[in-house]
T-cell receptor, first 112, second 115 residues
Framework: GENVEQHPSTLSVQEGDSAVIKCTYS??????FPWYKQELGKGPQLIID?????GEKKDQRIAVTLNKTAKHFSLHITETQPEDSAVYFC???????????FGIGTKLQVIP | GAGVSQSPRYKVAKRGQDVALRCDPI?????LFWYQQALGQGPEFLTY????????KSGLPSDRFFAERPEGSVSTLKIQRTQQEDSAVYLC?????????????FGPGTRLLVL
């Protein structure tokens, strides 16, 4: 089955700096890559996603890139704010019925 | 509109007890998923429903775990004879899509603690 690896496991940045989280996946059949933000005591919330026919997608301060050849995808958050502090999960899906395989998560701390 | 809701939010069970966890998906969503999230880990797939049909239960860890969605809406995850290793957050997600990819919307989860 699919295996998603994510790093770093923890990340501390100063407010205003950028944060980058990187993931790799194992199954070349995966074609959908969502990113979720999880705050304490809450369920994961989708923040951005990318499909395999696109190399990059941006939404305000958040951008994702996908390298299908290398099976890498990354999340970039610019101008970080304290409210960005949370656990971020990358994930991969092979489509069809949309079963999603998650990475282990990155705990992001934005220091004011 | 209302999102995915789950109840109870917290459940403490003694080892050996049976528990039932409820998920109310977003109205009209065809697809429903259950995930298990251990402390410090990402969610792991348990099972998937399309309407009332359970199309994939490959992630259920043992035959003590059972899920149903009899009318294609509300779903219940039942764990029989709970064990300490069952302690985790159980997340439910729903999606409007079937063959096409669609966003999965997660509920807040039920935190289960087995003593």
């Amino acid at each position: 089955g699919e295996n998603v690896e994510q790093h770093p496991s923890t990340l501390s940045v100063q407010e205003g700096d950028s944060a980058v989280i990187k993931c790799t996946y194992s199954d070349s059949a995966s074609n959908y890559f969502p990113w979720y933000k999880q705050e304490l005591g809450k369920g994961p919330q989708l923040i951005i996603d990318i499909r395999s026919n696109v190399g990059e997608k941006k939404d305000q301060r958040i951008a994702v890139t996908l390298n299908k050849t290398a099976k890498h995808f990354s999340l970039h958050i610019t101008e970080t704010q304290p409210e960005d502090s949370a656990v971020y999960f990358c994930a991969a899906s092979m489509g069809g019925y949309q079963k999603v395989t998650f990475g282990i998560g990155t705990k992001l701390q934005v220091i004011p | 509109g209302a999102g995915v809701s789950q109840s109870p939010r917290y459940k403490v069970a003694k080892r050996g007890q049976d528990v039932a966890l409820r998920c109310d998906p977003i109205s009209g969503h065809v697809s429903l998923f259950w995930y298990q999230q251990a402390l410090g880990q990402g969610p792991e797939f348990l099972t998937y429903f399309q309407n009332e049909a359970q199309l994939d239960k490959s992630g259920l860890p043992s035959d003590r775990f059972f899920a149903e969605r009899p009318e294609g809406s509300v779903s219940t995850l039942k764990i029989q004879r709970t064990q300490q290793e069952d302690s985790a957050v159980y997340l439910c997600a729903s999606s409007s899509g079937t063959p096409a990819l669609g966003t999965q919307y997660f509920g807040p989860g039920t935190r289960l603690l087995v003593l």
